[in-house]
């Protein structure tokens, strides 16, 4: 936004900025000006509610003009679900199927990631109570449907996968730092999570579930905005590690019995900076008794709150 001051800007002219929420005036730091500048522009982080803003003219340490008082409010469709994030990704999988060959699957995926508690630790830090939601198409690998023998490998389906679970993400005063004016955070935490596999060309069952549980390693921003505890922080990159079961890897014994192993499961999304494109990279591993699997991924993913409030503001 932008603003006109009067006298016009000396080599020393600096400019303060003046926030006021429900009668309380929060300041920010002087700001420079351009020699013979007769105006300023104020780039405000996204707000929750309206307030209102001036900017103060500064000679020598001393107000010798100030702008109209004005309102300020969030931009529309930026932020607007608060507590709520929702993530859209498309990109493809990279699976071996043979020996010294690859072929690629189209994945797709939906997420949305829910603050319902936030709190701080007394020595700095602080831990959140997450839930989520992920809708997928995406591969999957199965176990072949005979018994198993050496040289067989898995078979891999295009499947919707449908999982949620909780977490709760801690992160401790030495783990955070702040960058271009927001808060970063390193995190871990205990995780949940239960789902669904529907793949609809297997002649088996085509529906198998999961569970798991484990931890979550991971990467937050927390937005520089007035109200933090309604604005969930975005998720930029995360590890999760459980230990569960996955029905897509059942096996049977030489007397036909159905066995159904403990695994443990390895997914991993890593945002890519600086690129042209909110591109992400990561893999996904299932390992455990049986055969293992692994899988990398490259995707555009971005955040749907975001990406709807840039194209508003357009």
């Known amino acids: ?95 071996t199927f043979e020996p010294n060959s690859s072929k690629s699957n189209p994945y797709i995926g939906f997420n949305m990631d829910a603050n319902w508690l936030q709190g701080e630790f007394r020595r700095g830090g602080g831990w959140l109570a997450n839930a989520f939601l992920d809708a997928r198409l995406t591969p999957i690998p199965i176990e072949p449907n005979s018994q198993p023998s050496l040289g067989q490998l898995l078979q891999t389906h295009q499947a919707v996968l449908v999982q949620g679970g909780v977490y709760l993400p801690l992160f401790l005063e030495d783990t955070t730092w702040q960058f271009r004016g927001d808060r970063h955070a390193l995190f871990f935490g205990p995780l949940l999570k239960a789902g669904l596999q529907s793949v609809g060309d297997d002649p088996r069952a085509g529906l198998y579930g999961l569970y798991g549980a484990g931890v979550r390693f991971g990467h937050y921003r927390f937005l520089n905005t007035f109200e933090p505890k309604n604005v969930a922080p975005e998720l930029i990159s995360y590890m999760d590690i459980a230990v569960g079961k996955w029905e897509n890897f059942e096996r049977f014994n030489a007397q036909g019995r159905r066995i159904l192993p403990w695994r443990t499961h390895v997914e991993a999304r890593l945002k890519i900076p600086g690129a042209p494109l909110p591109f992400q990279t990561g893999f996904d591993a299932n390992l455990g008794a049986g055969r293992d699997d692994l899988r990398f991924l490259f995707s555009v993913h971005f955040d749907i709150g975001k990406a709807m409030g840039y194209l508003v503001r357009q």
């Open 1 to 95: 936004m932008a603003g006109g001051l009067s006298p016009a800007a000396t080599v020393s002219t600096r400019v303060r900025v003046v926030v006021t929420l429900k009668g309380a005036e929060l300041c920010c730091e002087p700001q420079s000006l351009a020699l013979g500048a007769t105006e300023f522009r104020v780039d405000t982080v996204p707000l929750l509610r309206p307030m209102k803003v001036r900017a103060v003219l500064l000679e020598g340490g001393q107000e010798v003009a100030a702008s109209p008082e004005f309102d300020i409010v969030a931009p529309v469709g930026a932020y607007d679900w608060g507590r709520v994030r929702s993530y859209f990704s498309l990109g493809a999988f990279l699976t």
